[in-house]
């Protein structure tokens, strides 16, 4: 597609559920990267994707958050038994991942959730 | 690690005026990238302006220009004939450079702009 994609862009749930948050990066780029932005915060990293590969998952908080992107694409973001402090803006972000990559990356409009 | 400060949880500009936001940021790194984020209500990021460490010369992209400080840590965003559109959140962003890193981004709180008619 033209940009990164995310779904859904609300998200209601109560605690103790799981939810899927899903991105669909810019055509091409191979890098992927989720961030969580918590009210009147900046982002915080979450995991980096180059290709099917997490090549950096240190920024997820603890075992209930795991992020897949199986075929170098498509991402889900996968939170288990959510508590209410999970409730953010969960934003995905692409680039080129390539030598002249510029650095900048290209980010979605989020998936805001929220935990009852 | 590295961290980044942005000082100004609220700024106010009329319309046409110049207003500069602040940030300031910590980290034992020579090589990396420095960035100005834009986000407006729909919540999407969009990138300002980009700066590399190893450059002396500030960036600037029309109305927007950086006085980047190297030595004292500094790197603030000026923005000219300030429009209604410029209304948004405002974060800096530290990245290390390194191919094998990936594009790694440490942001600050974030600085609210809000420009008035």
């Known amino acids: 597609g033209a940009g990164v994609s995310q779904t859904p862009s609300n998200k209601v749930t109560e605690k103790g559920k799981y939810v899927e948050l899903r991105c669909d990066p810019i055509s091409g780029h191979t890098a992927l990267y989720w961030y969580r932005q918590s009210l009147g915060q900046g982002p915080e990293f979450l995991i980096y994707?180059?290709?099917?590969?997490?090549?950096?998952d240190s920024g997820l908080p603890n075992d209930r958050f795991f992020a897949v992107r199986p075929e170098g694409s498509v991402s889900t973001l996968k939170i288990q038994r959510t508590e209410r402090g999970d409730s953010a803006v969960y934003l995905c972000?692409?680039?080129?991942?390539?030598?002249?990559?510029?650095?900048?990356?290209?980010f979605g409009e989020g998936s805001r959730l929220t935990v009852l | 690690a590295q961290t980044v400060t942005q000082s100004q949880p609220e700024m106010s500009v009329q319309e046409a005026e110049t207003v500069t936001l602040s940030c300031t940021y910590d980290?034992?790194?020579?090589?990396?990238?420095l960035f100005w984020y834009k986000q407006p209500p729909s919540r999407q990021m969009i990138l300002v302006i980009r700066q590399e460490a190893y450059k002396q010369q500030n960036a600037t992209e029309n109305r927007f220009s950086v006085n980047f400080q190297k030595a004292a840590k500094s790197f603030s965003l000026k923005i000219s004939d300030s429009q209604l559109g410029d209304t948004a959140m405002y974060f800096c962003?530290?990245?290390?450079?390194?191919?094998?890193?990936?594009?790694?981004?440490?942001f600050g709180a974030g600085t609210i702009l809000r420009v008035k008619s």
């Open positions: 962003a530290f990245m290390k450079r390194r191919a094998a890193y990936g594009n790694k981004l440490v």
């Open positions: 994707f180059q290709g099917t590969g997490a090549a950096d």
């Open positions: 972000a692409s680039s080129p991942g390539l030598a002249g990559d510029t650095g900048e990356l290209f």
């Open positions: 980290t034992s790194e020579s090589n990396y990238y």
